[in-house]
């Protein structure tokens, strides 16, 4: 039976080390704790080497937690990885679960034959998938002759074979041109209308602003702040948005530019410090 809860996603205490030859016991995550309700989605920014990744594959099973726990609709991401699995799928960004010699639809065949999709509900499903991201007159051309926004498309295609709950997105933008770019977050919004829970990790702020319900913003393994894009902007005082107004004010003369406006990336910067 069907889990129904508000919070399908919950972190607790969540810590992982790992040993480095040079400098011994390395701890990338340190006792984070956040929670994702259904239907939102929901983003980990911060900068390269914070912990999203490492967060994401605790979360999808890939990965033991050193201390704390990571649960998806209540059941513990590492003893309960099963179950788990039932519920969720993940993109993580470039195109490494792709067959560049296949086409589009062979490689859905393939993934598909690994979920144990009968052979007789494959065409149908495929050719649904490929539409829904925006593939349809592609679906018999070889992944190597892909845009890069395109492949990526492609992999949400494929994660979504097994009719997830939840996707997982890691840095799914990463090296894709503007209008690739562009395209994949309309895709994320068009999922998420649909009823898909989605969390994202991205190190672009104009990204997370655009597309989360709430942000975590992690640095170093640490949990700064968690909030929706005002309740960010109201964690910095009125006199350092002042400040941070007058600099960009001053910086904006210079490049003869209007806007005025603090964005996320103002109160990530300020909160992040000296990375």
Not at 20 to 36: D, L, M, Q, R
Not at 81 to 97: D, Q, T
Not at 217 to 243: C, M
Not at 263 to 274: N, R, S
Request: net charge neutral.
């Amino acid at each position: 039976m069907e889990k129904v809860m508000d919070n399908i996603i919950d972190v607790k205490g969540l810590k992982r080390s790992f040993k480095t030859p040079k400098n011994g016991e390395f701890e990338a995550i340190k006792g984070i704790e956040f929670s994702v309700k259904e239907g939102e989605i929901f983003g980990l920014l911060g900068p390269n080497g914070a912990g999203k990744t490492t967060t994401i594959k605790i979360l999808t099973t890939m990965l033991a937690p050193s201390e704390g726990e990571a649960k998806v609709f209540g059941f513990d991401t590492f003893s309960e990885a099963k179950k788990v699995r039932e519920y969720i799928n993940f993109v993580f960004g470039g195109e490494r679960s792709l067959y560049w010699r296949l086409s589009a639809r062979d490689n859905l065949a393939y993934f598909a034959d690994l979920y144990k999709i009968p052979s007789k509900d494959q065409k149908e499903l495929i050719e649904k998938l490929i539409a829904q991201v925006g593939l349809s007159e592609f679906i018999d051309k070889k992944v190597e002759t892909f845009s890069k926004g395109m492949k990526q498309r492609l992999q949400i295609a494929r994660a979504l074979l097994n009719n997830p709950k939840v996707i997982f997105l890691d840095e799914p933008s990463i090296g894709l041109d503007p209008v690739g770019a562009k395209e994949l977050r309309e895709l994320i919004k068009k999922l998420s209308k649909e009823g898909v829970t989605i969390l994202l990790t991205t190190h672009y702020m104009p990204e997370a602003e655009e597309l989360c319900d709430r942000i975590a913003i992690i640095k170093k393994g640490e949990l700064l702040a968690l909030d929706d894009v005002v309740g960010l902007q109201n964690l910095v005082s009125y006199e350092r948005k002042e400040e941070i107004k007058a600099k960009k004010e001053r910086e904006q003369e210079e490049k003869n530019k209007k806007n005025l406006e603090i964005t996320l990336e103002d109160i990530y910067i300020e909160l992040l410090g000296d990375a």
